[in-house]
């Protein structure tokens, strides 16, 4: 919280503000403090909704959520700041759970066996589900934590896809990692994982954007020299 301050909040027109967007420094820094405390409350309530009793489909939801917020940071925040503020979001949210679920539920069951009574059954739940999200969203947190060390990832107009796609190919490699000595029947994510970042780091690479930008000027061009497409191509 306080390089986020020192970095992005204390130098919010320059870091965290997307140029052209207009928005003053205050409302963006309003903006990035509310996404974390309404990232934990929304968080905190989905899993204790009844989605809480349904693992699967809370994950794809929280997913769907963490996407969405991505996405509506990057219309605001530069590619840097709406990417650190989707790993500050994980980030509040892991925390809290360590603090308010996880840790709660353990000093909850040893106290119960040192009374000798029988421990609330719902606790030792509650903590196992949210130390599997934790687990999870460990990999996708981390390379947030160093992606501003890859501006094709931050820095591409769609950034915020690249993201997601970062984070799926991460949860197949930890999903991998969890359920190995147990069995292989998902030993296949591995492989996928490893296929799809080659994919990622062809599309984000600079020699494709210099192509694309090279195929649309020269599209231009020719639309500005009245043209047409085929005309173009022959």
């Not at 052209?20 to 909704?49: K, N, R």
């Not at 690479?205 to 005309?231: C, D, N, R, Y």
């Amino acid at each position: 919280m306080a390089l986020l301050t020192v970095v992005f909040y204390s130098n919010a027109d320059l870091y965290l503000v997307k140029p052209g967007s207009g928005l003053e420094p205050a409302t963006a820094i309003a903006i990035g403090v509310a996404a974390l405390v309404a990232g934990w409350f929304i968080y905190d309530f989905l899993c204790d909704s009844p989605l809480g009793k349904k693992p699967m489909l809370l994950g794809v939801v929280l997913f769907a959520g963490l996407v969405f917020a991505a996405w509506a940071l990057s219309l605001v925040f530069s590619g840097r700041g709406a990417y650190i503020h989707v790993g500050a979001i994980i980030g509040t949210i892991m925390v809290g759970n360590v603090f308010r679920i996880i840790m709660p539920a353990q000093r909850g069951l040893v106290k119960a066996i040192e009374q000798g009574t029988e421990p609330d059954p719902s606790l030792p739940a509650k903590g196992l589900l949210r130390s599997r999200h934790n687990n999870y969203l460990t990999l996708p947190v981390l390379f947030i934590m160093i992606s501003n060390h890859f501006p094709s990832t931050y820095g591409s107009e769609y950034n915020w896809l690249i993201l997601a796609a970062l984070s799926v190919l991460s949860v197949l490699v930890r999903h991998y990692f969890n359920t190995r000595h147990g069995s292989q029947k998902y030993a296949w994510t591995l492989p996928t994982a490893a296929l799809g970042m080659i994919c990622l780091a062809f599309v984000t690479s600079p020699q494709m954007k210099a192509t694309q930008a090279g195929s649309s000027l020269a599209v231009a061009e020719a639309g500005h020299k009245g043209l047409g497409i085929g005309e173009w191509i022959g």
